[in-house]
T-cell receptor, first 114, second 112 residues
Framework: AQKVTQAQTEISVVEKEDVTLDCVYE???????LFWYKQPPSGELVFLIR??????QNEISGRYSWNFQKSTSSFNFTITASQVVDSAVYFC???????????FGKGITLSVRP | DAMVIQNPRYQVTQFGKPVTLSCSQT?????MYWYQQKSSQAPKLLFH???????NEADTPDNFQSRRPNTSFCFLDIRSPGLGDAAMYLC???????????FGSGTRLTVV
């Protein structure tokens, strides 16, 4: 069975602070994908990144960076110099195996205060 | 340009009155999914289609049905909505089960 754990439920920071959102996953599949999605108050799910299980390179995209470590089954997401527009719920998700479905964590509510 | 389109964006229905939510895609993806997301919870998969093959999650209530008449369209039918069915319903597509997922904007269902 697949499982995604986002232990943090709510995080509040002041604008320009760096913030890291944690994600730990469990799977028996050797091939799998990890995702991060952003869900602003409007409700749509915005795709941020997909990482496959064979690529442990960290990735940076502007103020966003991701740290994938198979040894600890973690896929953490860091926002540098946070902005008010980053306020949203962030979901980590996992898919793997044949005929797989996307399993979500419970989400982290990030509030960035001016 | 929206590639996964859900209509309507907001839907109000009466308790017990059948309601249909629609999803269309311009991506020609093989797989289409319906997720239910209740307030402050993670999206929960209801069912998915791989082409015409329908796959129901074990804990999806019988009250929920789905139709996929062609590649582009998928419908979610709620036969007798209860107050507990009020939620955001998200449609998603992917080229294959391990592919990237594209979500629609969702339909927020209110049951009165």
């Amino acid at each position: 069975a697949q499982k995604v754990t986002q232990a943090q439920t709510e995080i509040s920071v002041v604008e320009k602070e760096d913030v890291t959102l944690d994600c730990v996953y469990e799977t028996r599949d050797t091939t799998y994908y990890l995702f991060w999605y952003k869900q602003p108050p409007s409700g749509e799910l915005v795709f941020l990144i997909r990482r496959n299980s064979f690529d442990e390179q960290n990735e940076i995209s502007g103020r966003y960076s991701w740290n994938f470590q198979k040894s600890t089954s973690s896929f953490n997401f860091t926002i540098t110099a946070s902005q008010v527009v980053d306020s949203a719920v962030y979901f980590c998700a996992l898919s793997g195996g044949a005929n797989s479905k996307l399993t979500f964590g419970k989400g982290i509510t990030l509030s960035v205060r001016p | 340009d929206a590639m996964v389109i859900q209509n309507p964006r907001y839907q109000v229905t009466q308790f017990g009155k059948p309601v249909t939510l629609s999803c269309s895609q311009t991506l020609n993806h093989n797989v289409m999914y319906w997720y239910q997301q209740k307030s402050s919870q993670a999206p929960k998969l209801l069912f998915h289609y791989y082409d015409k093959d329908f796959n129901n999650e074990a804990d999806t209530p019988d009250n929920f049905q789905s139709r996929r008449p062609n590649t582009s369209f998928c419908f979610l039918d709620i036969r007798s909505p209860g107050l507990g069915d009020a939620a955001m319903y998200l449609c998603a597509t992917s080229r294959d089960p391990l592919g990237g997922y594209t979500f629609g904007s969702g339909t927020r269902l209110t049951v009165v």
